[in-house]
Structure formats: structure tokens, C-alpha cells
């Protein structure tokens, strides 16, 4: 299991969040990036991200919650970034946005909300390195797992099996040690978490995600 742990949308605390994630085995910082308009709240400034990132060791997982994804690809894309991950609903024009992605050289993924059914994005998983799979409406942290969230899982995995796709699965929202059961078992690849492993020990939080 790969482990994506997002930072909280602190500024204020986000540099020593950054630098204790650094000692663990995490295998991504996962980037919320909201800008007012895709989601009501507002996250990080670029030159925030930037000047954070600087104290990172580890690669970045960017989701994008913006209405206009192609405007904030290169910035993100010059970082030390491995996924650009951004919302099936917020654009039309998706092949566009993979291509701008790939052009850069990173992996490519696209998100869907709670409400977004699998079936949607069939017809470009074979583009996609990754689908994240929204376990809250995005926006913020601390919301509770939708359990509606399962079968999507489910059926998401049986169609890149079906299609001998290379697509990876990850989870984003609500996960806990009891969520997280549940979600490895219906084929999740990568989980997101902030709130449950920002509180406690994360190395050992990270270390059971891992076994
Ligand atoms: C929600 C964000 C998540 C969030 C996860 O909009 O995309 O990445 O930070 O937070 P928890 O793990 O607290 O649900
Ligand atoms: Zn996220």
C-alpha cells in the first residue's frame, strides 16, 4: 500500500508538519489545492507551496480542487512532483489536461467526487496513471468516510483487471485504521490521509498501512 499523507491547511504549522513527515515512511505529501471556486475553501499560495517543499524529501501528490487545472499545471510541474491528480468535474476538455500533464513527464490523475460514478471515466482510464477516489466531498479535512464509497472501489479495480489497465487506485478522505481495512480489501493502492495521521504517532499509523 502506498501512503499519501496530505498536509493540513495550516500555513502556520505546515513547515513542521513537512519536516515530520520527512522522518517517516511515507511515500508521497499529498497537495490539496483549493481554489475558492471548485470548492469553497482556499488553500496554499504557490510561492507558500514552493517555500514549503523546499524542506521536503519526498515526492508530491498534487490535487488539484480548481476549476481551471491547465493554469496550475506548470507550476507544479517544475517541483519535485510525481502525480498532478485533478477533478473529472471540473473541466470538459480531459485529454487536453492528460496531454498538458504528460508533456511534463509526470503521471497523470484524475479524481472523482461522491456523487461521480465509475462508469464516467471508462472511456480515458486507459491515459490515466491514477484515480482518486473521493471517500468526502472534497474541501476540507476531518470528514467522515462514505461507505457509499466501497462499491466504487470495487468496481473501478474489476474494470482496470478486466483491461490489464496499469491505472493505480487511491483513496482520499475519511480513512482511519477501520476505513482503511475496508478499502485494502476492495482493492485500494495508495491511501490519502490528514486528520488520523496528523494526530499520535504517525511512523507507527504509517507502518500499519504498509503491512
Ligand atoms: C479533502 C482533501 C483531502 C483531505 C483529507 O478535500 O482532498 O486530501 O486533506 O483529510 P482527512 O484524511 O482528514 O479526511
Ligand atoms: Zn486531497
Known amino acids: 500500500m502506498l501512503v499519501s499523507v496530505s498536509i493540513l491547511s495550516s500555513v502556520y504549522k505546515a513547515k513542521e508538519i513537512v519536516e515530520k513527515i520527512n522522518k517517516t515512511t511515507a511515500d508521497f505529501i499529498h497537495l ?30 498534487v ?10 499545471i506548470e507550476d507544479y510541474a517544475l517541483l519535485n512532483t510525481e502525480y498532478i491528480t485533478f477533478h473529472y468535474e471540473s473541466v470538459n476538455n480531459h485529454i487536453d489536461i492528460i496531454n498538458k ?3 511534463y513527464g509526470l503521471k497523470v490523475g484524475i479524481s472523482i467526487k461522491p456523487k461521480t460514478d465509475v462508469s464516467e471515466i471508462e472511456n480515458i482510464l486507459k491515459y490515466l496513471d491514477l484515480v482518486l477516489i473521493m471517500g468526502v466531498e472534497p474541501g476540507k479535512s476531518g470528514q467522515e468516510f462514505k461507505e ?11 474494470v482496470i483487471v478486466e483491461n490489464g489497465y496499469k491505472t493505480i487506485i487511491s483513496v482520499d478522505g475519511g480513512i482511519n485504521d477501520e476505513v482503511f481495512k475496508m478499502v485494502k480489501e476492495k482493492g ?12 499520535g504517532d504517525m511512523e507507527e499509523k504509517i507502518k500499519e498501512f504498509k503491512v
Do not use: C, R, W
Request: proline residues 2%.
Open 32 to 61: 490539496d489545492i483549493m481554489d475558492g471556486k471548485f470548492v469553497e475553501n482556499k488553500t496554499f499560495t504557490f510561492n507558500e507551496i514552493k517555500k514549503l517543499v523546499n524542506f521536503s524529501n519526498k515526492k508530491l501528490d
Open 63 to 72: 490535487h488539484l480542487m480548481v476549476k481551471n487545472p491547465l493554469k496550475y
Open 101 to 103: 500533464i504528460q508533456e
Open 148 to 158: 457509499s464509497t466501497l462499491d466504487k472501489i470495487e468496481k473501478l479495480k474489476q
Open 188 to 199: 485500494a493502492d495508495m491511501i490519502v490521509s490528514a486528520s488520523y495521521l496528523h494526530e
